[in-house]
DNA sequence: CTCCAGGTCCATT
DNA sequence: AATGGACATGGA
């Protein structure tokens, strides 16, 4: 067992309220107020169980190898954690804000402690993000079901099934014939398997997109991810949101984000590129969260 | 039946 | 540089 302390501005019940939206997901279970998700650590597969004791604190329980734990594990998996639920990062700033935005200043506060849940896997995000690319929200979750219960592992606690996500390696070998089977275009069949190939060679890789970023600004790991065959702005900005947590990531094209600023501002369509770039101006450097908490209000 | 989904590539102007 | 079609499927 072990215990993280979590910011003031941090609510499991958010966060349990955001990932039980996703009903067809198919990476964690919830159940009793208690999020179970299977993790790989050090060639170790880990059943955690998330809960949230008191305020403050989340219990982080290991289900299925209780005996195993040592520091180094526990180590890994509190940064799994906090990095999953974005716990590092101080969110005042974006509340601050929030209260003197006219689209945000409402679901900032219905939505208060929520924080950019994220994807902390690289070839995952990849891979959602170009499932996801131009079918409706409920045809990705029952692709990405099929690839992961296709190509991915899994184990079996108490009659309930507990995926880990396919690895590059596995999708690598692929055919573009085995991907197409699950009923999704052939190119998105290219992009997945050429992702993988590039994170298989360490072409691509998410701490060298993190050192990018660091070094010479987000701007520039986008343009080293759009030089990628099947990765556009949108999907460049995606996974610089959910996985390179880039503050300032900002999907623009989203027909979601567009649907979001449509209800938020009560237009009778969606806002063109032009509009919501003047809408967004004052929430620079928290684009990413302001996407994340528009997302949230079409659900 | 038609239109549109958490887009991107590619061919054609 | 800008524009239009193709793409697989399913829900409204």
């Not at 991907?179 to 298989?200: C, D, H, N």
């Not at 070094?215 to 949108?234: F, M, N, S, Y």
């Amino acid at each position: 067992m072990l215990l993280l302390t979590v910011p003031d501005e941090f609510s499991f019940s958010q966060t349990l309220a955001y990932l039980s939206v996703s009903s067809a997901e198919c990476m964690y279970q919830m159940k009793d107020k208690k999020l179970y998700k299977l993790l790989k650590i050090d060639d170790i597969d880990l059943l955690i169980e998330i809960s949230n004791p008191t305020q403050n604190v989340l219990q982080i329980s290991f289900i299925n190898q209780p005996k195993i734990m040592n520091e180094k594990i526990e180590l890994k998996v509190t940064k799994y954690i906090q990095d999953w639920f974005d716990l590092d990062r101080d969110l005042v700033p974006f509340y601050q804000m929030a209260a003197h935005d006219p689209i945000l200043s409402k679901i900032a506060k219905q939505f208060y402690g929520l924080r950019n849940i994220g994807m902390p896997s690289l070839f995952e995000a990849l891979c959602w993000a170009i499932i996801g690319q131009q079918i409706n929200l409920s045809f990705a979750y029952t692709l990405k079901r099929r690839f992961v219960e296709t190509f991915g592992k899994s184990i079996t606690w108490q009659d309930q099934k507990y995926w880990l996500f396919p690895t590059s390696g596995q999708i690598a070998s692929l055919s573009i014939d085995d991907l197409t089977a699950l009923k999704m275009t052939k190119k998105k069949a290219e992009y997945l398997i050429g992702v993988a190939s590039l994170i298989e060679s360490t072409e691509l890789s998410k701490s060298a997109l993190l050192d990018l970023m660091v070094q010479k600004g987000e701007k520039e790991a986008e343009k080293q991810l759009v030089k990628i065959r099947g990765i556009g702005p949108w999907t460049a900005n995606y996974v610089m949101m959910r996985c390179l947590r880039a503050s300032s990531a900002f999907p623009i094209d989203d027909v979601g984000l567009q649907n979001a600023m449509k209800f938020a501002l009560g237009l009778d369509q969606k806002p063109t590129k032009d509009e919501i770039k003047t809408w967004s101006i004052n929430w620079a450097n928290w684009e990413s969260y302001a996407t994340f908490y528009l997302w949230r209000t079409l659900y």
